[in-house]
């Protein structure tokens, strides 16, 4: 019985972290069609999105690393 609920509870770990690094995938795909389409208040919008949603996820190297590109991002915009 203990093996089962150590298992459950690694599974269920395992797949937060999947949704978490799903969410961040999709998100970081949103950024990179608005940086396709050009709009600079958009684009630095959905940089904050992928910088919030790694902090959310509590990568802290990512969110690090999408916090410069967003403030990159919000100065191209005009927005800083």
């Known amino acids: 019985m203990k093996k089962l609920i150590y298992v459950v509870c690694i599974f269920l770990v395992a797949s937060c972290t999947s949704i978490e690094d799903q969410v961040a995938n999709e998100q970081i795909e ?3 069609i608005a940086v396709k389409g050009g709009d600079p208040i958009e684009i630095a919008v959905e940089a904050d999105l ?3 949603l790694f ?3 509590g990568d802290e190297e990512n969110y690090l690393k999408w916090k410069e590109i967003a403030k990159q991002r919000n100065k191209e915009a005009g927005l800083e």
């Open 50 to 52: 992928v910088a919030e």
């Open 55 to 57: 902090k959310q996820a």
């Open 30 to 32: 949103s950024y990179n």
